[in-house]
Structure formats: C-alpha cells, structure tokens
RNA sequence: GGAGAGGUGGCCGAGCUGGCUUAAGGCGUACGCCUGCUAAGCGUAUGAGGGUCAAAAGCUCUCCGAGGGUUCGAAUCCCUCCCUCUCCGCCA
C-alpha cells in the first residue's frame, strides 16, 4: 500500500507506475474519494466535539439534580446527525480503503518499462554444460533413476504433486539442508519453521489478496489459505508490531511446501518439475530499516547467487521490467540458471525490495534513531526452490552412462553418496 | 464438539450497578533535583493514527480483542465473531 499523502502529492508517478505494471486502478477515483473523506472527517469531528461538550454537560446536571431536558432534547437531533455523517464517513473510508490495496508499488527509476523481453541481464556466471553425447532432461533421468514419481502423484492428487522416492528425496532434502545451513551460519539468518494455513489478513498484507485470490487454495470450512510461499508467513511475522530498533534487521529463513494453483496456466510447461502445484522452497526474508533496504537486496542477491555457485551450476541475473514485477514490488531480480534438457533458463530465484509496500499493509513499524515510529522495508528472495535446482542438477550432472553425479557441497547431506 | 473464566496503554493491573476516567495505581523508561559514589528519595515527562496549520505549538477526532447495536452519552449494557486459559468429550 502507498502512503495517501503521497498519491495525493504525487499523482502521476503513481498513475506511470499502474500503466506501467500493467495494473488497474482508478487513481482519480481515489483522489476524489479522499479529498471527499477529509471534508466528511472534518464535518464529523466538528460536530462530534460539540456533542462529547455538550454530553458531559448532562452528565454534571443530573450529578447536581438539575433539569437537563433542554440539553437532551438539542442532543437528540445532534447525536442523529453525528450518526448520518459518521456512516457516510465509514461508507468513503471503506471504499478508499479497498481502492488503496488495488494500487501496486511503484518501480525503482533503474526497472526497464516494458514485458518479459525487457528484463535486464545484470550478470552471469559459469557457462553452461556442453554435453559430448544427447544430455536427457530430467523427466527422462528421474523416471530411469526413480527419483520423481509423477504418475502416482497424480493418483493420489492430481498433477503437478510430484512424489519424491528413495535417492530423489534423499536428495530433495539434501538441498534443503545444504541451503538452510548455508543461510543459517554462513549468511545470519534464523531458521523458522511457519504454518503452512494462513488467513485472510496476513495474505492481504504481503499482497498476494486480493489480486491472486483465484490462484491460492483456500479452505473454505476455516477460511483459511494454503501459503503460495513462506514470504507470507515470514514478513507477517511481525505484523501490527512497533519494533526497537534494537531488533532491526530482522533476517529470517523457512523452508516450506508452498501450493499454487497455477489457475488459467494448464498446458504451459505442465511435464516434470518446472511448473507444480506443490514445490518446496527455502525463502529468505528481511525487515530493514529504510535507508538499508538496497544494500541487503545486494546482499541477498549474492547470497543466493552463492548456492548456486557452490552447486555448480551456471546462472545468469536478470533485472525484472516493470511488466513482470509483482504488484508489491520495488524491483526485483530474478537468478535463472541453465537447464541443459529444457534447453532454456529457469527461474531458481525471485529477490525483492519492497520498500515500506507491505510494511504500510501489515503495519510493521519501528523506533528510529530519533525515537519517532516508522514503517520498516520488507525484503525477500528465494534461496532457492528446489524444485527448479533439482532439475537443473540432475541434467547438469548426468553422464553418457546414464548415471548422475552428486555435486561435491551434497555428499555430506547424502551419506557420501558420490553418484546416483 | 460441550461447560466455565478471561482479553484494558511497553508490562502488571483497577474500572465493568453507563456521565468530574481527557483510563486510577504500580513497574519500566527518559530527563532533572538531591546525595562522597551507588542505591534510595523527590519532581517532570512517557501510546498510536487522522484532521486543522507553511511548520511547530495549540485545538480537535478515533482507538480499552474485532465488528455491529442500545443511549443525549459506552472500557462499562446487548448481539455476533476471533483469540487465550481451565475442565470434559472425541481423535492423529
């Protein structure tokens, strides 16, 4: 959410930054509605001190047994406009409100306008495997080596539930642990293990609702949802909370399942593991003070740039343009590395700044320096989904025998094991 | 799922037979005074958000779990919901 005063302030960076996302949302109807609110606060308060004056009068007069039926009589008619004007207040608030959550953030100066194909290419490392025989894609090596079984998955839920078995699990976990030690003692964090259901406040305050309402589960009976990514319980974590700036930053780490419904998206990259309804995920989160939010971006990107290199795999990093930065996103940078068997880069890694975006939503503020309360910025990055790394390792590492080779930083996570 | 108790300011805690509560009192914190030092003592201050204002001060509104209602007036009465605790039941 962006602060009110400086939409009004500042109408058309707001009004660039929703065409330029991509976005709907009536910036004139919030103007007006604001505008028209502040005149209703004032008519109501206004009045309301006229009649909290005049109410405590009455009470004086009956302490003393006097008549006060003139005062109730007047009050009588004041108490039924207060009421009018504060309905209609609450009616404006209410709309305004709802408007304010469908306004997006605005994008950092340096964030490309345009779609997909304007992404920035900021770095690379490594160079991908070149293969001396055909390299199999992942689909081909789980299935050989038992490691993802897609078929029973989709027995027991339907596709996109991959069922990790024997070494496949073995490794999945592998990578979880190699990643979350790594953030753990190498990089600060600590390690929180979240709930997986979530309610309605603490989806709105990261902001996945209302926007992505159609691509979450949600559990009817408990009004309850499935979380899209451990982001969301990670940055509500301190939700309605006035932080001492003792406690700043804040970094926290999660692994999690995460559950997407992927509405509207059947037939798009539906084979393996590239697109799922279930995936794991380690998430990294930060909370900032405001002028450090760039610097912990750097610092996060590196971070998960670091699992990648000690995996070995070659990625390059992307600067989002505007039209695929999420809608609560100050800039984002995206780390794909290469997947030999798709022929193509896949996203291991989405790290966003936030700014005060989600901090404002969720109110997570803190004491500064100078003892006054202010918002927080809110960070988070992948680091990383295995979901993706998984396959870029089994066909990075295979060889024209057909086995796989166990990435050196792994062995220690899987007994030794040096190959699959 | 059933029965009961409770949710008040950073914390503890009174108020809850509706009106000098603009929430007592205490703890904590900050500043000052006092005192060889420390402790104690004394004094003052100490929530968030909004409106008005160039700004500050000031004035004012809202907030006692959330949302409705009754009333001239609600922390206080009524309704719904959420959460915590105790007991019972069921169950992985």
New binding site residues.
């Given amino acids: 959410m962006l602060d009110?005063?400086f939409i009004r302030e500042h109408a058309d960076v707001v009004r660039k930054a929703v065409a330029d996302k991509g976005e709907n949302a009536d910036i004139d109807r919030v103007l007006g509605l604001d505008e028209a609110k502040?005149h209703k606060?004032?008519d109501?308060?206004?009045l309301?001190?006229d009649?909290?004056?005049?109410?405590?009068g009455?009470?004086?007069c009956?302490?003393n047994g006097q008549d006060a039926s003139n005062l109730?009589a007047s009050?009588?008619k004041?108490?039924g406009t207060?009421?009018q004007l504060g309905?209609q207040l609450?009616v404006l608030d209410t709309e305004l409100q709802r408007l304010l959550l469908t306004i997006p953030n605005i994008p950092r100066k340096d964030v490309p306008v345009g779609g997909e194909a304007d992404n920035a290419l900021v770095s690379e490392w490594g160079t991908p495997r070149e293969f001396d025989f055909t390299p199999q894609d992942h689909l081909a090596l789980c299935e050989a080596h038992r490691l993802v079984d897609f078929a029973r998955g989709a027995k027991l839920s339907g596709t996109g539930f991959p069922v990790y078995t024997g070494n496949g699990a073995l490794l999945e976990r592998a990578l979880v642990q190699f990643m979350l030690d790594t953030h753990i003692t190498r990089h600060g964090y600590t390690e929180i293990i979240p709930p997986l259901l979530v309610n309605t406040a603490a989806m709105t305050g990261t902001g996945q609702l209302p926007k992505m309402a159609d691509d979450m589960y949600h559990i009817a009976s408990d009004d309850l949802y499935l979380i899209p990514t451990s982001e969301v319980p990670l940055t509500n974590f301190h939700s309605g909370e006035?932080l001492p700036l003792d406690d700043l930053p804040r970094k926290y780490v999660a692994f999690t399942p995460n559950f997407r419904r992927e509405a509207g998206s059947y037939g798009k990259m539906t084979k393996g593991l590239l697109r799922l309804h279930q995936f794991n995920k380690v998430e990294m989160v930060r909370l900032t003070e405001p002028q450090d939010s760039s610097q912990a971006l750097e610092e996060m990107i590196e971070e998960a740039a670091f699992i990648t290199r000690q995996l070995g795999l070659a990625y390059r990093i992307l600067r989002l343009a505007t039209g695929d930065l999420s809608f609560a996103s100050h800039v984002t940078y995206d780390i794909e590395v290469w997947s030999p068997g798709a022929g193509r880069w896949l996203e291991v890694s989405s790290l966003s700044d936030f700014r005060d975006f989600q901090a404002r939503r969720m109110g997570i503020?803190y004491r500064n320096s100078e003892g006054k309360?202010a918002f927080v910025h809110t960070l988070n990055g992948s680091g990383l989904a295995t979901s993706r790394i998984f396959p870029a390792i089994v066909e990075t590492y295979q060889r024209d025998d057909g086995t796989i080779e166990v990435p050196e930083v792994l062995r220690p996570y899987m007994r030794g094991l040096t190959t699959l």
Avoid: P
């Fill in positions: 009110l005063k502040r606060q004032h109501f308060d206004t309301r001190a009649q909290n004056r005049v109410s405590k009455i009470g004086l009956k302490k109730l009050m009588k004041i108490a207060v009421r309905s609450a006035i503020r309360v």
